[in-house]
C-alpha cells in the first residue's frame, strides 16, 4: 500500500514540528515521520530568541511557550566562577537585560527572550501542530528516499512492528538532524568540518537556589586550575529555575572517553558545585561532538533541509533551534503557495537563496564565539598540566591589590565585554537580511549604521527585511506591526492615503485568486500610529506602500503611488510568486508627503 501526500517532513524537533503547524494552518496536506516514540526526552537546546518567539506569535501560541519557560529577567547573569560556592570570577549581563541593552531587545519586538529547554518546548509545538490537523507518526523510520522529475518516493519502517510502508509525495523536508537521512541519500554537500571538540552533557537535579537566586541566570561558566577549554571546567545550564540543569564539559577522545559510573559523574558535577551538602540526582548521560557544517544548498529538486540538518553548529550564542524554527517559516508559505498554484515551482528556489547565507552566518559565529572565550581562560591563567596551588595562587594574584593584578583584572574585563558578541549579539540574532527573486530590490541601499551590525539590530523597510516593530492602536487593543501581517497571508501596509492601494489590492486579489489584506497604519488610520514610531521606520511617503510575504519579509516597496497602482501591485506580486507574465513595476517619482 503507497501513502499519498503532497510534504513528507522527516523529523520531529523544533524544526519540523514548527513546520508541521505552519502547513496545517495553511491547509497543506502533510505527513511527518520521526524515528523516536515522542517528543525529546531531554533538555538540549534551550536558549529561544525574539525571531523564534515571532514565529510562535505567528502560530497563535507564544503564550503557551512562556508559561513553561524561564522568563527572561531570570536568563539575566552570565556567572563566571571557580564553583557555586567559591570566587566569583567575573559577570555579565546578558539577553538584553542589562540597563546598556534593555531598550534595544524592547524596542526591537512585541516578543522578548526566554529559556525553553527543547523537552518542555516540543509537546507544545507537538500540540499546536496536531491541533491544526497535523499527521505526526512516530517510531517511524525513513529507510529510504529518492526523487524524480515527478515527486519523492520514501520507504518507512514502523519500529514496534518491523513493517515497512511506501510514501509518495510531492516535496520532501529533511528536518532529521545532524546525522539526517534524507541529506545523506539524496546527495546534498556540505562545507565544513565535524568533529572539532567532543562534550559531555550531565542532566541532574540539585537544588542550587542559594547560589543562584540572587545572581538568576541560565548559564553559569566554573572554571578551576588544570582546564582551559572553552566551557571551563563545567558550564551549567538552568533547565529549571534553580533546581533542574544540564552540566556541560568537554574533553578529549585522545586521552579516552570519559568515566561515565555514577560515582564518577557526581565526582564531576560536585567538583563545581562546591558544597557537599547539596543532593544531587544524575537524570541521563549523554555524549555530542561539536561541528562546523553548512550544507550548500538546501534544496535539491524536490527535497529541502531544515534546521540541524543543514546547519550544525556548536551551542554558542543559542542560535541553532531559533534559526531551524526560522528555516521552516520560511519555506512552509512557500510550498503553501507552489502547491495551491498561486506560485511556480520557481518560487522555493528562494530558499537556498535566502536561508543559506543566514546558515552560513550562523555556524560562522558560533565557532568564533566558541573561540572568543580563550581570552578568559588566559585572563584567569588557567592551563593544562597546572598544579592545584599554582592555579588557586593565579587566582589570588587576580584580586590582590598588586600592579599585576591591577593588569590582569584589566585583562579579564576585556575578555568579558568580548562576550557580548555570544550572549547580547542581538543583531546576529535579529537582523537577517534577503535577497532573492522572492524580494524586489528597489535600489535604495541597506541603511547605514554607527553601530556594530553584530552587537546591534538595525531596523529598516527595504524589501529582504523583516517588517520593523512598531507599537499601534486598534480600537483600543494594542498590537504591533507584526501582528497585522503574517499567518500565511500577504499583506499590504498602507499610509494615509489608502484608498487606491486598498482598491488595487482587491483588483489583484481578485484577478489572481491570492488573498491580499490590507492594513493601513498611520495617524489615526484603522491601525493608529499613536506614538509616531511606525512614521520614523516606514520608509514610504503618506501615498506609498509596503507588500509584506506571509512570513513577514518586505517583499516590495513604494514610496510613493503610481500612476496605475493596480498595475504596479500586480507586476509585483507575479515577479515575487514567479507567475507568467511577471514583469517588476518601476518605482513612482517622490510625492510632495513627507516619506517616514
Not at 164 to 181: F, K, N, P
Not at 379 to 391: H, V
Amino acid at each position: 500500500m503507497t501513502i499519498d501526500t503532497d510534504v513528507l517532513v522527516v523529523g520531529a524537533g523544533p524544526a519540523g514540528l514548527t513546520l508541521s503547524a505552519l502547513l496545517a494552518s495553511y491547509g497543506v496536506r502533510a505527513l511527518t515521520v520521526t524515528r523516536y516514540p515522542g517528543t525529546a526526552n531531554s533538555p538540549r537546546a534551550h536558549i529561544t530568541n525574539q525571531r523564534a518567539m515571532e514565529v510562535y506569535r505567528d502560530l497563535g501560541i507564544e503564550g503557551e511557550v512562556r508559561a513553561i519557560a524561564t522568563p527572561n529577567e531570570l536568563m539575566s547573569n552570565n556567572v563566571w566562577a571557580t564553583s557555586f560556592a567559591g570566587t566569583e570570577i567575573a559577570r555579565l549581563q546578558t539577553w538584553g537585560t542589562g540597563v546598556r541593552r534593555k531598550a534595544d531587545y524592547e524596542a526591537a519586538s512585541p516578543t522578548s527572550m526566554c529559556n525553553a529547554p527543547q523537552h518542555i518546548l516540543e509537546p507544545v509545538l507537538r500540540s499546536a501542530a496536531e491541533s491544526r490537523g497535523a499527521d505526526i507518526r512516530f517510531l517511524t523510520e525513513l529507510v529510504s528516499v529518492e526523487q524524480d522529475a515527478d515527486g519523492v518516493t520514501a520507504v518507512v519502517r514502523h519500529r514496534e512492528t518491523g513493517v515497512e510502508e511506501t510514501i509518495r509525495a510531492l516535496y520532501v523536508v529533511g528536518a532529521d538532524g545532524a546525522r539526517s537521512t534524507v541529506a545523506e541519500q539524496l546527495g546534498f554537500a556540505f562545507k565544513g568540518e565535524m568533529g572539532l571538540g567532543a562534550a559531555l552533557n550531565i542532566w541532574v537535579e540539585a537544588d542550587l537556589t542559594k547560589y543562584t537566586e540572587h545572581r538568576p541566570g541560565v548559564l553559569y561558566w566554573m572554571t578551576q586550575p588544570g582546564n582551559d577549554y572553552w566551557v571551563g571546567s563545567g558550564t551549567w545550564i538552568c533547565v529549571r529555575p534553580f533546581t533542574e540543569w544540564v552540566n556541560l564539559s568537554m574533553y578529549d577522545p585522545a586521552d579516552g572517553e570519559p568515566d561515565t559510573s555514577e560515582e564518577a559523574l557526581l565526582a564531576r558535577v560536585r567538583s563545581t558545585i562546591g558544597d557537599p551538602d547539596i543532593d544531587v540526582k544524575i537524570k541521563a548521560v549523554s555524549r555530542w561532538q561539536i561541528n562546523h557544517m553548512v550544507a550548500e544548498e538546501y534544496q535539491k529538486g524536490r527535497a529541502f533541509l531544515v534546521g540541524d540538518a543543514a546547519h550544525r553548529h556548536p551551542p554558542a550564542n543559542g542560535l541553532g533551534s531559533n534559526t531551524s524554527v526560522q528555516d521552516s517559516f520560511n519555506l512552509a508559505w512557500k510550498l503553501a503557495f507552489v502547491l495551491r498554484g498561486d506560485a511556480s515551482p520557481a518560487l522555493l528556489e528562494s530558499y537556498t537563496r535566502e536561508r543559506q547565507p543566514v546558515g552560513q552566518q550562523v555556524v560562522d559565529r558560533a565557532m568564533k564565539s566558541v573561540q572568543d572565550m580563550a581570552p578568559v581562560a588566559k585572563a584567569l591563567g588557567f592551563r593544562p598540566g597546572q598544579s592545584l596551588d599554582d592555579g588557586w595562587q593565579n587566582v589570588d594574584e587576580l584580586f590582590s591589590a598588586t600592579p599585576t593584578g591591577a593588569r590582569r583584572r584589566e585583562d579579564l574585563a576585556s575578555a568579558i565585554e568580548l562576550q557580548n558578541y555570544q550572549f547580547n549579539a542581538h543583531g546576529v540574532e535579529l537582523g537577517q537580511r534577503y535577497e532573492s527573486t522572492a524580494v524586489l530590490d528597489d535600489g535604495t541601499p541597506w541603511p547605514d549604521s554607527e553601530r556594530d551590525r553584530e552587537l546591534y539590530y538595525q531596523p529598516t523597510s527595504k524589501p529582504g527585511a523583516p517588517i520593523p516593530h512598531a507599537w499601534l492602536q486598534h480600537g483600543t487593543d494594542r498590537v504591533s506591526t507584526i501582528d497585522v501581517v503574517g499567518k500565511g497571508h500577504f499583506t499590504l501596509v498602507t499610509g494615509i492615503a489608502d484608498p487606491a492601494w486598498s482598491e488595487a489590492a482587491a483588483i489583484v486579489a481578485a484577478e489572481t485568486g491570492v488573498p491580499i489584506r490590507v492594513a493601513q497604519i498611520a495617524a489615526r488610520g484603522d491601525y493608529d500610529d499613536v506614538l509616531g514610531d511606525w512614521a520614523a521606520v516606514r520608509g514610504t511617503y503618506d501615498d506609498g506602500c509596503l507588500l509584506v510575504r506571509p512570513d513577514r519579509v518586505i517583499a516590495w516597496r513604494q514610496e510613493s503611488r503610481p500612476a496605475d497602482p493596480a498595475s504596479a501591485l500586480r507586476a509585483a506580486l507575479a515577479t515575487i510568486l514567479g507567475r507568467p507574465g511577471a514583469q517588476v513595476a518601476v518605482p513612482a517619482e517622490p510625492s510632495a508627503a513627507v516619506a517616514g
